[in-house]
């Protein structure tokens, strides 16, 4: 009789501490488990955050390129025409943006003006650039400045410093009065 007691204590004890154990090994997975959960979440809220904070600097620059135009077709003292705008070429061939981004313009019948941020001198003709996922980048901008405060496309394009396509974020707004679509890219891979 006494070793059944000595074994009912023992098992007590035993079933007890296995509780116990159990008891904290759960509550210990459930607090790692929650942590993982938010720091996830907290990633994907960075992430959000980001690309918000991104498409309005690209909003932002376009904008302020237009602002620009404005200006100077106002209270320029340059009165040719061809020369203010050869004047704001230049300007705008010289912004980047954060990494590696650039802005662009374009004409409505697809003469590239800027391209890759670079003063384009002669001709070059973009109205059948394709980018690697068959998207025909010209006509998305045509059909993007048809909202009058332009829009936002994605795109896969080659980074300045690389030959290798990546994913892009552009904004485009047209400007009626010279037919220039005007653009600001960002590569999303930084």
């Known amino acids: 009789m006494k070793r059944i007691k000595i074994s009912i204590k023992r098992s007590s004890f035993f079933i007890l501490l296995a509780t116990a154990t159990f008891t904290m090994f759960s509550i210990s997975v459930l607090w790692i488990v929650t942590e ?28 302020s390129v237009v602002s620009i135009i404005n ?52 001709e070059k003709d973009i109205r059948n650039m394709i980018d690697p996922d068959g ?20 795109s896969t394009f080659k980074r300045l410093d690389s030959f290798n396509p990546v994913p892009k974020l552009s904004y485009v707004i047209g400007y009626k009065e010279w037919e220039w679509i005007i653009g600001a890219g960002i590569y999303l891979d930084d």
């Open 135 to 154: 998207l025909n980048l010209f006509e998305i901008e045509l059909q993007t400045i048809k909202n009058s405060d332009g829009g936002y496309f994605s």
């Open 71 to 122: 200006f100077s077709r106002k209270y320029s003292d340059i009165k040719s025409k061809d020369e203010l705008q050869n004047k704001i070429l230049d300007y705008v061939s010289s912004i980047r943006l954060n990494h590696g981004g650039y802005l662009f313009i374009n004409t409505y019948n697809g003469r590239a003006l800027i391209f890759d941020g670079v003063k384009i001198i002669g």
């Open 36 to 63: 993982i959960v938010k720091s996830r979440q907290n990633l994907v809220d960075a992430k959000i955050s980001y690309q918000t904070e991104q498409r309005m600097l690209l909003k932002d620059e376009v904008k």
